[in-house]
């Protein structure tokens, strides 16, 4: 799921590989790594009225990943800010959308500039292609679902505590997403740190896990996160809090 930045020095120019630069459109018109393009979070979700941050529309965003040249075999490597989850949010979209090769540069693109690696200003154009929608409901769930099956999942909740503390999906676990972010400027911790932390927290590997918080931003980093760990069978409630709490579902 993850390469590391020697892997992607080797890979810029190669042309079946995409880069995706997740941050803010002028943080990326200031400098990016080469040959990468431009695709924010808020490009890729769709806002209910309610604030709810949903997986788009397949067709729609389909169209929109062809124009960048995404298609499904190639390989698309996601690369984002540290501490911010909006590079996992755009991984999960694309793998929940058919994506067959999605990875996620475990550096910032900070620190990937802080070590002296090349960095550019030159906007890349690619050539247009066909995204054909495959929609994988297995990683995703929604509020519906979720109430039925309640007791039969491991519910994890990636927000604060302060934000746990005030409400929270019944019997959901807080696991802050922060706990799992790396050190110098890596994205995550080593799986064998995330192994580790999930034994720590005591969550168990007999149930199928779902991961929410407040937009599903900070749980999609904990999806992430737990799929490191070795749990095969997650799923990210991309409503999250925002739209349990509108559909008036029960809270602790």
């Known amino acids: 799921m993850f390469v590391t930045y020697s892997w992607l020095l080797e890979h810029l120019d190669d042309q079946n590989t995409v880069i995706i630069d997740t941050r803010p459109k002028i943080s990326y018109s200031y400098g990016h790594i080469p040959n990468s393009i431009s695709l924010t979070v808020e490009q890729i979700i769709e806002i209910s009225s309610t604030g709810a941050h949903f997986a788009p529309n397949p067709e729609k965003a389909s169209l929109q990943l062809g124009e960048l040249g995404i298609d499904n075999e190639k390989i698309v490597v996601v690369c984002g800010d540290l501490m911010d989850p909006s590079v996992f949010r755009v991984a999960w979209t694309l793998q929940y959308l058919g994506q067959k090769n999605t990875k996620i540069l475990n550096l910032s693109i900070g620190s990937w500039h802080g070590m002296g690696l090349n960095m550019t200003r030159v906007q890349k154009n690619s050539p247009i292609t066909k995204f054909i929608p495959n929609v994988q409901n297995s990683i995703r769930i929604e509020s519906e679902e979720l109430f039925q099956l309640i007791d039969d999942l491991i519910i994890l909740d990636a927000r604060t505590p302060q934000e746990y503390f005030a409400g929270h999906i019944p019997r959901s676990i807080l696991f802050?997403?922060?706990?799992?972010i790396g050190q110098d400027g890596m994205?995550?911790?080593?799986?064998?740190?995330?192994?580790?932390?999930?034994?720590?927290?005591?969550?168990?590997r007999n149930k199928p896990l779902v991961c929410y918080?407040?937009?599903g931003h900070r749980a999609s980093s904990l999806y992430f996160q737990a799929k490191m760990a070795g749990f095969e069978n997650v799923r990210l409630y991309d409503g999250s809090f925002l739209d349990w709490y509108s559909k008036k579902l029960p809270l602790e």
Do not use: A, R, W, Y
């Open 213 to 215: 918080c407040m937009h």
């Open 187 to 204: 994205l995550l911790e080593t799986k064998e740190s995330l192994e580790n932390l999930f034994v720590q927290k005591q969550i168990p």
């Open 176 to 180: 802050p997403f922060t706990d799992g």
